[in-house]
């Protein structure tokens, strides 16, 4: 269930309110990569109001306003971008209000969010 509360802040948290289904699907990768969870994150975020998915496009919905917006954080380091799996030597989280996201590289976090 904490992986689809995860995916659900960072869509509500996109910068981008239009965006194709694969954009969509990029971010919920963040939080995993089961195709089954996937599905499962797009039915909740439809169903609580926070996409409209017509054909191969979506939007994000005011009922995203619920959502407060993650922090990033940056911290130097020598790790491996969860995302994309490039070193990196400036690691980006994603902080909740009790955990975090990460590492991700800088591109990846400003593609996403």
């Given at each position: 269930?904490?992986?689809?509360?995860?995916a659900?802040?960072l869509?509500?948290?996109?910068a981008?309110r239009?965006m194709?289904?694969?954009?969509?699907?990029?971010?919920?990768?963040?939080?995993?990569?089961n195709?089954?969870?996937?599905?499962a994150i797009?039915e909740?975020?439809?169903?609580?109001?926070i996409?409209?998915?017509?054909?191969?496009?979506?939007t994000i919905?005011?009922?995203?306003a619920a959502?407060?917006?993650?922090?990033i954080t940056r911290?130097?380091?020598?790790?491996?971008?969860?995302?994309?799996?490039?070193r990196?030597k400036?690691?980006?989280?994603?902080?909740?209000d009790?955990?975090?996201l990460g590492?991700y590289g800088?591109e990846c976090?400003?593609?996403?969010?």
């Amino acid at each position: 269930m904490q992986k689809t509360e995860d995916a659900l802040h960072l869509l509500a948290a996109s910068a981008r309110r239009t965006m194709s289904v694969r954009e969509v699907v990029e971010i919920i990768e963040l939080v995993t990569k089961n195709p089954q969870t996937i599905k499962a994150i797009l039915e909740a975020a439809t169903k609580q109001r926070i996409i409209r998915r017509v054909e191969t496009t979506v939007t994000i919905l005011d009922g995203a306003a619920a959502f407060p917006k993650p922090k990033i954080t940056r911290v130097d380091c020598d790790s491996s971008c969860r995302r994309c799996g490039v070193r990196i030597k400036h690691c980006h989280y994603i902080e909740f209000d009790d955990h975090r996201l990460g590492p991700y590289g800088s591109e990846c976090v400003n593609k996403i969010l």
